[in-house]
């Protein structure tokens, strides 16, 4: 890795048709811009990817996906990614903000309510046989053609398409990857994850979290194990450790790391992160 690498962040452009509009979609073979960056980007914004062709690989924060037809790729704000195409990728890519969905849905946990979001411990990527990427191909071409002659209420037909594609793709992964489906899942765990993405950096232990949901440690423990596999501990460590990771791959010393995440001093972050990962900030540096 080159010295001093700057993650490049890319954000979404609200106005690109007139009026603003929180979504987007596009042929990832023509969009020139952020798609298909072989360079460390991240996103400000959702997105999902559904590869028709081509070969490679897409690397996720440490997580490395095969680029193959019929893969459809999850991703969520702020994660580090880059491509490393072998054959010309070409599909779909569909992106859009969080408040385009909020703005229409009154739960302010929607999207933490799909398995492929926000995901822990399973993979943010998915295979489908060929009629049910079909039908999620359909659904797409269905906001495509909006896109193509937009009017005054097209913003709620996009958003009920998208609706249908989002609760169409949970189905489908959750039946991939032989988890529960959303409408089994505990409302608090959900409060959860929405408040360990806001509030991670300064509440690293269980309690904080329990005040904050008024629930006790052993439930909330509970319904973590229950909906990620992971106890709350994990769960909280696992989301520090992912954006610590994140400052390593921009090359920060481990004093500003220390100092940005509120540890005492450098080597308390050093361990803590040796504990975590089975090696040193350094050693996970010279392997990125």
Same mark, same amino acid.
């Given at each position: 890795m080159a010295s001093g690498t700057k993650v490049k962040t890319y954000h979404f452009l609200p106005y690109k048709y007139g009026s603003e509009l929180l979504l987007d979609i596009g042929r990832i073979e023509t969009l020139n811009n952020y798609v298909l960056d072989s360079t460390l980007h991240q996103l400000s914004f959702y997105e999902i990817l559904f590869i028709e062709k081509g070969t490679g690989t897409f690397t996720l924060d440490e997580n490395t996906t095969p680029i193959s037809p019929r893969t459809i790729i999850f991703t969520s704000p702020g994660q580090v990614r880059?491509?490393?195409?072998?054959? =010309?990728?070409?599909? $779909? @890519? #569909?992106?859009?903000?969080?408040?385009? /969905?909020? /703005?229409?849905?009154?739960? &302010? *946990?929607? #999207?933490?309510?799909? +398995? $492929?979001?926000? +995901? $822990? /411990?399973?993979p943010t990527d998915m295979q489908l046989a060929e009629l049910p990427f079909e039908q999620c191909l359909q659904l797409l071409y269905g906001i495509e053609r909006e896109f193509g002659q937009l009017q005054n209420d097209s913003n709620h037909l996009i958003r009920a398409l998208l609706y249908q594609l989002l609760v169409v793709l949970n189905r489908y992964y959750a039946s991939v990857y032989h988890v529960q489906r959303d409408t089994y899942v505990h409302a608090d765990f959900y409060r959860f994850r929405a408040l360990l993405e806001k509030k991670f950096v300064h509440?690293?232990?269980?309690?904080?979290?329990?005040?904050? /949901?008024?629930?006790? =440690?052993?439930? *909330?423990?509970?319904?973590?194990?229950?909906?990620?596999?992971l106890s709350t501990q994990q769960m909280i460590h696992y989301k520090l450790i992912s954006a610590i990771k994140k400052q390593l791959y921009q090359n920060k010393?481990?004093? &500003?790391?220390?100092? &940005?995440?509120?540890?005492?001093?450098?080597?308390?972050?050093?361990?803590?992160?040796?504990? *975590? @990962?089975?090696?040193?900030? +350094? +050693?996970?540096r010279k392997e990125i």
């Open positions: 880059r491509w490393d195409i072998e054959e =010309p990728v070409s599909g $779909y @890519t #569909l992106f859009f903000e969080k408040d385009f /969905l909020h /703005l229409f849905f009154s739960d &302010e *946990l929607f #999207l933490y309510r799909f +398995q $492929y979001f926000h +995901q $822990y /411990l399973r509440h690293r232990n269980v309690e904080a979290y329990t005040k904050m /949901l008024n629930v006790s =440690p052993g439930f *909330l423990n509970k319904i973590c194990r229950q909906f990620s596999g010393s481990a004093k &500003e790391i220390a100092y &940005e995440f509120g540890f005492s001093d450098p080597s308390n972050f050093n361990r803590f992160f040796k504990k *975590l @990962t089975g090696i040193t900030p +350094q +050693q996970y």
